[in-house]
Each structure stands twice: as structure tokens, then as C-alpha cells.
């Protein structure tokens, strides 16, 4: 810390308990009360350089008093401060650092220390020192400012609070790898004018190391929130990227938040705020002012402050009961993001006194509400062009809300084993994610099932309202064979799931053999080329081979589906007889006979595909037994 020395004098001060002394022999004559303190000086070099003083001096000796008495109320800086105006007044050795210069300059303009009563007096040696030297340097400015705290009146009277902001603001606003400043003032190495590293003013040739532009975070930390607000305001000013002021915003929440921190693991040391304002450690309120002027600074704009870090502040916020505004601006922050979120980000407990649900699942509704207008507005909300074959396509804009869907269905598997959790508001949660969004409806359906497995005691009309939230088309044929065997699953689920089960079946068989004529047409085409050679004929031998293999394969996966399926048509006609026989009548009377046509479509389907592939597979034999008549 640079400093200057005034006075060439020794130490002629002595303190006593609460009193202070000059031992230069002669008796004191005026007693200088400052606070607890009593000061017991002479009158001369106190009015020589201060006109506050010979006026109060020359008041008391009008009275006739011999020995005056003066007392000082709301002196800047306290007794501290006198004790050095009073060594400048002796002439007596001091240093001016920037730690004092402050506290000292309030007080030279308290007591009118100008040049009328002295040539260079203490008003005149702290602003040149203030000036040229503490303002251009950063360490120096930061300290400075940090002192304005105690006597901000003051130092806002003498501008010295803004100067101070504006050193500290220019310097931070300044690319720091331009001109290699702050890498100097952090205890750094000295650097040659054109940047080399000097060892005993020798240059090095060696090159600093560059800084990012987040060097000044921990600096501005250590302010008061009332002078980190100001500093943070005049560097908007000055055109600083949103990114950087959002960065030094989250830097100062978790430093100053326990909660960010406990949060996240982090190890810093966090359990206090800055001491001038909220004290050594924070009260409830202080975090709570804290975190609300946060929120204020932030800008509302997507991707400035992690999201992790959103949630870590939307809990505090919760917990610290902070304004209806400031929860709800945090929540509109992260449905911006929500597609950033993980599953662990949205498990957030309920912090209410009536406890009716283990997870706070309204806060969740309330943020995909803001993401989904967010979307809609963005244009990202479009529908889907076409769906192939459970297949989403579309534009590229549809990723994120996908991504949602995914987020959202793995949330609702977390809270549905809460048995408190009502089923309007699972429901609510669920149907809010477009239909489009979701490719497919697994998750949904894993999650309704742990809802019902859960929750044994809800109606069938409640357990049939709660699976029309997914598509039976939607489901993969994993989902639709679990489906088929789900005894919690209404009937007249289990039914459609077994419907659009058989249709799956059809399509996939269906898309096979397509694949099979065309493999069929390419090796005619391959063979045509390669004529009578004897590498075209095992090239033709060779895909025979394998096609014949394949087809075997698709008959015998065939078989064992028709097989599955009427094995599980049984069982449900089983299940039907003994629960629910007059419900199963009155179904098997409206899609009985349509289920069955059905199915003996596909059965007939499958023989005369197979007819038709095993006629393939004969005339490929016999134009195969040509070309060896040929040969």
C-alpha cells in the first residue's frame, strides 16, 4: 500500500486509560473531548492550522475559563482520526495511506484545515495524495472506498466516494490484458514498458500472465452492498457487458448467502457479510435485503446466471420468505432456462408450515408455465410438421421443449410415491406439456404407473381420467408389453394398449418384408451385372444365404409374437371373468368382434406374407439352378 511520511518530528504523544498527553514539557492548556477520549494539548498549534478551532478556542477564552475545555460531536473518524490531525498540527512523524487519507480529509475540511492557516495544510496534502496517488491504483481505491462507509455523508459532500467508484469502475472496464495494471497491483511482478517481466530492473524477456476478465470479483466483494450497488451501476454505465455484471452479482450472492453455498459445496467462507453494513454474521433480514437487491440488479435475460445457481437462490428465497416479486422473478428467470435445468435442480422441498406435499410441485407448475409462454413467444411452440412412426418431425427448434418434456415426466416418477400429493395436481403438471413435445410416451406412462402404485385407493373412473393423459400410440413395444400385464392399469386401457399393440406388429412385419423385396431387387441388379463371373456368382450364393437366414428369423419372431399376444388375450379374458364380468361382456360385445377381425387380419397377413416370401425364395431357386445349367 503506497503511502506518504508528513512531519519530521518524533512521537511526543502519550496515552493514559482514556486520556492522551504532549510530553514536550510544557503544561497543556485546552482538554480536546473527541467521543470516550479527552485530549490534553496546547492551544497554539491547534488554532495555526485550523480556523474551526481558533474560533472555538477564542469563544472559550472569552469566558475566562484557564484552561479551555472543547468538545468535538460526530468528529469524522472518531478519536482515531484526531489523534493523527492533531501529530500533523505538532509536526509530529505520520504516514498518509490510503487506509487513513479518507478519514483525514473529512476531518482537514470539519475544521476548515485550508491554506489560509499554513502553507501545504492537511487539506492540500490529502487531496494531492488522494489524487495523485490513491485514485490510480486499484488496490489503493478499493481501500479508500472501503473506509467511505463509516463517514459516507462526509466523503459524498466531498465527492470522494464517487471519485473512488469511478477509479475502480474504469479500471475494471478496461481490458486487463492491454495494459498489464492489475496483474501489477495484485502483487505481481514489475513489468518493463514494453510488458517483459524486470528481475533488478533488468528485463527478463519473459511475458506477464494474461487475466480474465473476472479478476476484479473478489475485490468488489468485500464491499458493502450500499457501495458494491453504486459500483456496480456505474460500470452498467460505462457499457460493461451484461455477462461480466451478472457474473460479480452471482460471485457476491454466494458469498454472502450461506444457503448458495451449503448448497452447492461450496468451500468458501460465507458465513459472514461485509461488516460495515450487515455485520459479522447476517441476520435473516440482512440476507433477505441482500438477495432482493440481487434479483433487482440481474438483468432479466436468458443465460446470465447459471441456472444451478437460480434454484440455489429460489430456495433461499423461499426460505428467507422474501417478497411475492422477488420469488417471482426468479422463477421467470429459470423457465427461461428451464431446458438447462437437471432433475435434481427441480426437487425443491416445500417450505410450508402445512407440509401437504413432500415437494414444492406448484412452484414447478408455475415455472413451465413461464418457459412454455417463453417458448411461444420465441416461436419454438410450433406444432410438429408430421409424426412418423412415434418420430418427432420438425424443426430444430423444438430440442429444448422436448427436453422439458423429458425433465418434466422424470420429475413426476420423483413425486409420485407421495401419497399426500393430489391427484388434480399431478394431473395439472402433466397435461401441461404439449402432446407434440413428447416422441413418446414411456416416461409419462412410467410415471402414472408409480402414481397408481402409490395411491391403490383411487376409483377406476379416477385411474381411467388419469391414463387418458397418455397415448397408447405413443407407447414402444417394451411399454405396450408391460402395459399388457399391468394389473393396475384400467381394462379398457389394457384393451387399446393391446390393440394398438397388434398395430405396431402389422407395421413392423409389414416394413420387414418391404426391406426383403428391395435386398431382393438390389441382388438381382448386382447379379445382372456381374454376368457369368465366378466372383458375381458368389457374391449372388453368399446373399441368398443370408436372406434366406432372415426370413427364417422373421417367421420364428412372428410366431412367438401370436403366440405372446394370445397368451395375454387369455389371461385378460381370465382377469375379466373373475373382477369385472359384466364389464368385460358389455366390451367384448362392443370391440369383441372388431379386436377379432382384426387379429385374424394380421394372422392371414402374416401366412400370406410368408406364402409370398417362400415363393420368393423359389424362384430364386430356380433361376438359381438356370444359371448352372448355363455355366
Known sequence: MACVKLGSKTDAFQRKGQAWFCTTGLPSDIVVEVGEMSFHFHKFPLLSRSGVMERLIAEASEEGEEKCCINLPDFPGGAKTFELMAKFCYGVKLELTASNVVYLRCAAEHLEMTEEYGEGNLIMQTETFLNQVVLRNWKDSLKALQTCDDILPQADALNITKRCIDSLAMKASTDPNLFGWPILEHGGPMQSPGGSVLWNGISTGARPKHSSSDWWYEDASTLSLTLYKRLIAVMESRGVRQEIIAGSLTYYAKKYLPGLNRRQGSTESSNRLAPVVLGARPSEEDQRVLLEEIDKSVPMQKGLVPTKVLFGLLRTAMILKTSPSCISNIEKRIGMQLD???????????????????????????????????????????????????????????????????LIDGYLAEVAPDTNLKLPKFQALAASVPDYARPLDDGLYRAIDIYLKAHPWLAESDREQLCRLMDCQKLSLEACTHAAQNERLPLRVIVQVLFFEQLQLRTSIAGCFLVSDNLDGSRQLRSGFAGSTEGGWTNAVRENQVLKVGMDNMRMRVSELEKECTNMRQEIEKLGRVKVSSTWSNVSKKFGLKIKSQMCSAQESSVSNQNNGSGKIEKVKERRGKDKKTV
Open 340 to 406: 438447462q435445468a437437471t432433475l435434481e435442480d427441480l426437487l425443491m422441498p416445500s417450505f410450508s408450515y402445512s407440509m401437504e406435499t413432500l415437494y414444492n410441485v406448484d412452484c414447478v407448475q408455475r415455472i413451465l408455465e413461464h418457459f412454455l409462454a417463453m417458448d411461444q413467444i420465441t416461436g419454438g411452440a410450433s406444432p410438429p410438421c408430421s409424426v412418423d412412426d412415434g418420430r418427432l418431425i420438425g424443426s430444430p427448434s423444438l430440442t429444448p421443449i422436448t427436453m422439458v418434456a423429458k
